[in-house]
């Protein structure tokens, strides 16, 4: 879809203001001026929503925000909820559901919005238990039902508690750890462009040496794309779910309408209002953070939750890392080096070593070194 702004009009524009005002981010058009036009109190409750959902807070409306304004359209109850293999069912509404049923008790994984097959094994198991008729689909008597029943846990937070034991339970080691490495962008999308360079290529690169450091640790690592390919990011998290990744490693660089801005920043999965974080994820965001903060100089930005599709899709712990800004002259300068993308590579991979370290045996933040880490691999290999 085009992306539509501050400016544009016409029927598109009518429905995204129609759909703000259901939401109550925007008044109702009291007859003065047109309702199709993207005026500025369109773009503030775009920003506003945005803001929300955890989403990048441009006032822009493109796809990610588009989807999201779709799926906030429906609330629970709104109509019937099964699982469509070819076109699965997506929506605030499914996301209620799922909530519901972790609220209860029932495995639904993580509450993502999207109506899979983990979902309706969780609605079959419910109304299996509670004599209802076993057909996957929440109607109105399964949703009676749901809404009748004390939660048992508040918050779906049981879902996170099993990623960190998946965690404790899978070791201290990298040999065998499944990881997918996803450069950002790809084919004729060549992201951020500045001065020629551009950010496909440099994240291609490091994915490769930190896919090289990886695999000398007896890791399996993972490329989400080819060189020349630039998969959708709802794509990119399948491709994680259908390898049976342990983590998922998003690689960009930024940017920014001001020249000054600078530094490192780390995502993972959340809205920032609680209930909704991969805490794994968000563990993970932290070490790395700290890591090449620590080893490159960059200015730390923090970590963020966000929704974007690659970190709210992948059912394992999601991390996207913005290394620099090419907008910034000095962070542009830095990232052409290679000895400093090998740097940003060997950072990234301890802080995963961290990670399954679980605090043990570690050491200060910086300190620990890829012959560091091949040692320690090889002396537990022994």
């Given amino acids: 879809m085009l992306l539509l702004r501050r400016g544009d009009d016409g029927p598109a524009v009518a429905e995204i ?3 703000l005002v259901t939401l109550n981010l925007l008044p109702p058009a009291n007859g003065s001026g047109r309702p199709d036009v993207f005026d500025g109190a369109v773009e503030h409750a775009v920003r506003t929503f945005q803001q929300q959902r955890g989403l990048i807070t441009d006032g822009i409306v493109g796809p990610a925000t588009y989807r999201s304004l779709c799926d906030a359209r429906w609330r629970l109850g709104d109509r019937n909820l099964a699982y469509l293999v070819s076109n699965p069912m997506c929506g605030d509404d499914v996301y209620a559901l799922q909530e519901r049923m972790l609220e209860l008790g029932y495995n639904a994984g993580r509450a993502d919005g999207v109506f899979g097959s983990q979902t309706e094994h969780a609605l079959r198991n419910f109304q299996r238990d509670y004599g209802l008729v076993v057909d996957g689909m929440c109607g109105p008597g399964t949703l009676r039902a749901l809404r009748q029943l004390s939660p048992r846990a508040r918050g779906g937070r049981q879902v996170f508690l099993r990623e960190q034991e998946n965690l404790r339970n899978s070791g201290p080691r990298l040999s065998g750890k499944r990881i997918v490495i996803d450069p ?9 462009v500045v001065a020629g360079v551009a950010e496909a290529d440099l994240v291609w690169d490091l994915a490769r040496r930190l896919e090289g450091r990886m695999v000398a640790t007896g890791m399996e690592a993972l490329l989400s794309r080819g060189e020349q390919v630039c998969p959708a990011e709802a794509d990119r998290a399948q491709f994680a779910n259908k390898a049976g990744a342990d983590l998922f490693l998003s690689l960009h660089t930024d940017a920014n309408r001001s020249p000054l801005a600078e530094g490192v920043s780390t995502y993972h999965f959340g809205t920032g209002q609680g209930t909704t ?96 880490l091949l040692q320690y691999e090889l002396a537990k290999a022994d």
């Fill in 277 to 372: 974080s991969s805490t794994v994820g968000e563990a993970l965001a932290g070490l790395i953070q700290r890591e090449l903060t620590a080893r490159t100089g960059l200015l730390d930005c923090n970590t963020h939750p966000k929704t974007w599709e690659t970190l709210r899709l992948t059912r394992c712990p999601a991390v996207r890392v913005e290394v620099g800004y090419l907008t910034n002259e000095n962070d542009r300068r830095r990232l052409l080096d290679p000895a400093f993308r090998d740097i940003v590579a060997e950072g990234i991979l301890v802080a995963v070593k961290r990670l399954y370290l679980l605090g043990e045996n570690d050491q200060p933040t910086g300190t620990f070194t890829f012959k560091d």
């Fill in 17 to 19: 203001r129609a759909t």
């Fill in 184 to 192: 950002g962008h790809g084919g004729q999308d060549r992201g951020v």
